[in-house]
């Protein structure tokens, strides 16, 4: 039985007498509510105008295609002596030639970080170009992409690699390749990437601050409409995610016939669209068509989730957010259609030979390369340049700690396969002002 409160005198410590009016509070205790509460107003105002600012460092979110560089704007041109890349099909007769020309429509939460990753070693290691954004690590999300975005960008300019994220538009990227240039891709369960996405950023959707359950994601998937603002300040986020990083209009009604011209549109776009559950397959077929080595498509999984922060969905939510998320579960279903015929055109055996080949490469570099040959929560990263971005208000995302002592062949490859997407931007030379002041806002205020 839980203990009697205690009489109002014991409560406050008196010594027998009644608690007198709050009026006659000993002055050391008044002045100290008066500075707590001077803290409380200073510290409200102080974050109104850091969201203030960060409102006007991101790009509204119905941003058009207004935004886009002119239309009058010289394409790609390929500076001289700069030879097209033979497009033999990989596996002919006549062999291949390793592709350096890359377009990676990077979309969020679909385990885009670490293919990231492969495309920043390869591109290091042969020299290449890349298109890298102005400030941040973005190109002005969840702004369309345009041209002008790119950091010293100059009319004409011609790039081998553009892969951060961006909301996609089609001729302004299809201006900065040269025209044999592969498009790709990656998609994920629309309803764990939901569920990832509404976990990840959920904080930073106003409309989600009126949930107040202990399972904001249950609660939410009960009645989403109730909760759901189209118009509201990220809203973007938890509805058709995919749909709108690839351009399109994420609240179509679903039986409009634009969602399926676009869903081909797609198709006829990107030579190869990955899919998160086969990443492994997907790399296989990724290597085959650029014409890749195996030690190209090496990986650790980066900006992965620690499997506590959050329960997995039901079987009802699971299906509730896939119907919240319909026109992304349309677009997920035709691509998951086309990746197995092309498993099937690749051969099943020799998928399985290179799936396993794949495996065992990764795990041969884990013992190499990886402190204790495991991801590790964010406080037990030892090294600032191993700390993965977290989202705001928690340190769920999982991070490595390099191994001391590697050999010289590996050292190099270990540390830039375990590098964060902040950290390796900024060796690559990249502008990232604002995502900096960002950090250190967010480092001072312990966000």
């Known amino acids: 039985m839980p203990k009697a409160s205690p009489q109002p005198s014991q409560a406050w410590g008196s010594s027998g007498g009644s608690l007198g009016p709050l009026s006659e509070m000993p002055l050391p205790q008044k002045k100290r509510w008066v500075s707590m509460a001077k803290g409380l107003v200073l510290g409200a105002l102080f974050t109104s105008f850091l969201l203030l600012l960060y409102s006007y460092a991101v790009p509204p979110l119905h941003a058009g295609l207004a935004s886009t560089t002119p239309e009058g704007a010289a394409p790609c041109s390929p500076a001289p002596g700069e030879p097209e890349v033979p497009t033999l099909a990989n596996g002919s007769a006549g062999g291949c030639q390793p592709r350096r020309d890359i377009v990676f429509m990077k979309t969020h939460k679909t385990a885009s970080s670490t293919l990231l990753n492969i495309l920043f070693r390869f591109g290091q290691k042969h020299g290449l170009k890349f298109a890298f954004p102005n400030g941040r690590n973005d190109f002005d999300y ?23 994220h ?26 764990r990437l939901f569920e990832s996405s509404f976990h990840y950023f959920g904080s930073v959707v106003p409309f989600t601050w ?8 249950a609660e939410f998937l009960q ?12 809203a973007h986020y938890l509805r058709n995610l995919l749909f709108f990083d690839l351009g399109y209009d994420s609240g179509l009604d679903p039986g409009n016939p634009q969602v399926q011209e676009h869903i081909l549109e797609v198709e006829r776009r990107f030579h190869l669209v990955l899919l998160q559950e086969y990443f492994d397959e997907s790399l296989v077929l990724l290597k085959d068509l650029l014409c890749w080595e195996l030690e190209d498509v090496l990986y650790f999984k980066l900006n992965a989730r620690r499997a506590s922060a959050v329960p997995r969905l039901s079987g009802e939510l699971y299906q509730r957010a896939t119907a919240w998320n319909v026109l992304d579960a349309r677009l997920y279903r035709h691509f998951n259609a086309s990746f197995w015929r092309k498993v099937e055109a690749f051969g099943r055996e020799r998928m399985a030979r290179e799936v396993a080949a794949l495996r065992r490469a990764n795990e041969r570099m884990r013992h190499i390369c990886i402190d204790g040959g495991r991801a590790v929560d964010a406080a037990a990263i030892q090294d600032s340049a191993m700390q993965p971005w977290q989202p705001l208000g928690a340190k769920s995302i999982l991070g490595y700690n390099l191994k001391k002592s590697i050999g010289q062949r590996h050292a190099e490859l270990c540390r830039r396969m375990l590098t964060p997407e902040i950290q390796y931007l900024m060796d690559l030379g990249v502008n990232l002002w604002v995502t900096k002041l960002w950090k250190l ?7």
Not at 170 to 179: A, F, I, K, S
Not at 211 to 217: A, E, F, T, V
Not at 441 to 447: S, T, V
């Open 142 to 164: 969840p702004a369309f992409f345009a041209r002008s975005l790119v950091q010293d960008y100059r009319p004409g300019a011609c790039f081998n690699i553009i892969c951060n």
């Open 210 to 217: 009126k949930l107040s359950g202990h399972d904001k994601l």
């Open 166 to 191: 961006m909301r996609f538009h089609y001729d302004e990227v299809r201006g900065l390749v040269p025209p044999n240039a592969t498009f790709i891709t990656v998609l994920r369960d629309p309803a």
């Open 441 to 447: 806002i967010r480092d001072f205020l312990k966000w």
């Open 223 to 234: 009645d989403p409409d109730r909760y759901y603002d189209p118009n509201g300040y990220n």
